[in-house]
């Protein structure tokens, strides 16, 4: 360490923002017998509802007891905590076939569930989807935002017509405009167009799957899709959900387009204007037919904490998802167990040892609590249940770090967050990685959305400064460009895919070191009485503003 960053991390720890008590050792060993477990076969692929989530949380448990941390969940009837917060999900399952048959150019053909498209069970609460010869419309990026003057739909009836959409946003293609550039906003997340869909009353929506802008293969969107479908329980689903949900492989959408007589790239360059108007695709059609069996299930967050000794009103919550896809479809070895053992099971693992080193440690001013997250893979439900049904007031919780996919790729000069957080906390984290010698690599691909998608962003919309850690690509052998080539490979090869298993050669020294970094910032937090803000512009400030005084803040 150099002497300004040496000097640096004096200041800091001052200044309360890192502990002064000598922070725990973690080791790769410890990390690896979790992950080793988690992502076994034996556990199922730790799917939501199944005997994997079971083993799981009875593993977590476990393990948190071990650490000595006390429960923190639901309350029980007779006083005290449960390990674990209820959440009740609804669950939709295609079953039986799924009959696709596209007319297009005055002629029928059938298309095949996972090839050409991948439709999801529907959420409505409907026990069968049949469409017959339902009109087919573009829509553009399909978004509708005042704000920037935008309004992809302008005034077309969807009522009884299917959307066709392209992936992320207006920006991507060209890197600037009215969307802040390459850097996805939730505009450009599937789940927002989904809404947007149900908003304008349209019986379905198809995103265009294109590689480059969805920021990962057909593969992933086929598993991830064709599976069985988790939401929160609501009222009327029908107004979240429209009755047909899914993806179209890019070549079919523009199959359809030249039968129409359009051109898919044409049509594309003028979805990224603000004058788009929506276009009628001629002739084209699309009939669906399949069944879905509805279910209610209770699946389960898992809640150990270490008790504030000044403040224990206050918290700092650090959270991982448990959950994977469970058993799906077979790849080309015909492997169906979906282990994720790069994700989640090292976010998990991490999460348990920092449970173990906080209650072997000095209890800090401020309660610390560590959430083990269901049904992220679902949708972030787990977190979004949470977040709307806190067992402890938001208004009071400090920060959420959370941890989803650490990279065993070993020791790295670097770390990041997913996306970029408007945060001061953000900023503590960046400033903390002085102390170990190490820099900040900011969301090297801010087209992926990637703070829309882990278990921070629900507690950021109701205004709690969280942040989300990845784990660095600047190796110590090999650099930047080992490192950015092991990332990519994941992604094009493992994530999402049964190959996500334990692998002999992962290197799991980075993610120990990831996990001192993120013990300072909790710890540093803990035993401080700051707390951390938005940034001005950010969308969640006003949320976070409207509590203050709850907190003595002015």
């Known amino acids: 360490m150099n ?34 477990l988690l992502a076994s076969d034996a556990f199922g692929g730790r799917g939501p509802g199944t005997e994997g989530e079971a083993k799981s949380v009875a593993y977590i448990i476990d393990q948190f007891k071990a650490a000595n941390l006390k429960p923190a969940g639901d309350r029980l009837p007779r006083g005290g905590r449960a390990w674990t917060q209820d959440v009740p999900l609804a669950r ?3 079953t039986g076939p799924v009959d696709i048959r596209v007319r297009s150019g005055g002629a029928e053909q059938a298309w095949s569930q996972g090839d050409q498209v991948a439709f999801r069970a529907s959420a409505t609460g409907a ?5 017959e010869n339902a009109p087919v419309v573009f829509v553009g990026y399909g978004i509708t935002a005042p704000e920037r003057n935008w309004d992809d739909f302008k005034d077309v009836d969807l009522k009884g017509k299917i959307a066709l959409v392209l992936v992320n946003d207006p920006d991507f293609e060209s890197g600037q405009g009215d969307f802040g550039g390459r850097a996805m906003t939730y505009y450009g997340r599937w789940t927002y167009k989904y809404e947007e869909a149900a908003r304008r009353g349209a019986l379905g929506m198809l995103v265009i799957h294109e590689t480059a802008p969805a920021s990962y293969g057909w593969a992933t969107v086929r598993n991830s899709n064709t599976i069985s479908i988790f939401d929160i329980i609501r009222p009327d689903a ?8 899914g993806w179209i492989q890019r070549d079919a959408a523009a199959g359809l387009l030249r039968a ?15 004058a788009f108007q929506p276009v009628n695709l001629d002739g084209v059609a699309l009939s669906v037919r399949f069944r879905v069996a509805v279910s209610k299930i209770i699946t389960r967050n898992v809640l150990g904490e270490v008790a504030g000794r000044r403040r224990p009103a206050e918290r700092v919550i650090y959270t991982a998802h448990w959950d994977h896809l ?20 090292t976010g998990v693992a991490a999460l348990i040892e920092l449970g173990r080193a906080f209650a072997g ?17 679902k949708g972030l439900l787990g977190s979004t249940y949470y977040a709307a049904n806190p067992l402890y007031p938001l ?35 960046i400033a903390g990685g002085l102390r170990y010698g190490r820099y900040y690599s900011p969301d090297p691909r801010p087209e992926t959305g990637m703070f829309f998608r882990s278990d921070h962003f629900p507690f950021a919309k109701m205004g709690v400064p969280a942040i989300s850690f990845i784990s660095g690509a600047d190796l110590f052998v090999g650099g930047k460009a080992a490192g950015t080539a092991a990332q990519l490979a994941y992604i094009a090869e493992r994530y999402h895919q049964p190959s996500d298993q334990w692998r002999e050669d992962f290197d799991l020294s980075g993610a120990a070191k990831d996990m001192s970094l993120l013990y300072d910032l909790g710890a540093g937090l803990a035993d401080s009485r700051r707390w951390p803000v938005w940034k001005p512009g950010s969308e969640f400030k006003a949320v976070r503003d409207r509590s203050a005084g709850v907190r003595g803040e002015k």
């Open 127 to 131: 026990d069968a989807v049949r469409i």
């Open 92 to 94: 939709f399952e295609i």
């Open 3 to 36: 002497k300004l960053a040496s000097a640096l991390c004096g200041l800091f720890v001052l200044a309360g923002m890192f502990p002064a008590h000598a922070e725990p050792a973690f080791t790769a060993d410890r990390l690896a017998d979790h992950i080793k």
């Open 260 to 274: 129409a007589g359009l051109d898919f790239e044409a049509l594309k360059q003028q979805a990224q204007m603000r």
């Open 361 to 377: 440690a000095r209890r800090p001013a401020r309660t610390v609590m560590f959430m083990a997250l269901t049904a992220e893979e």
């Open 326 to 345: 469970g058993v799906g479809p077979p790849d080309a070895t015909g492997d169906r167990i979906y282990n994720g053992a790069v994700d989640n099971g």
């Open 395 to 429: 208004a009071t919780t400090a920060a959420v770090l959370n941890m989803d996919g650490l990279a065993p790729i070993g020791l790295a000069h670097d770390f990041s967050t997913s996306g970029d957080g408007p945060t001061s906390l953000q900023d503590d984290l």
């Open 238 to 245: 029908s107004r979240a959900h429209p009755l047909l949900e």
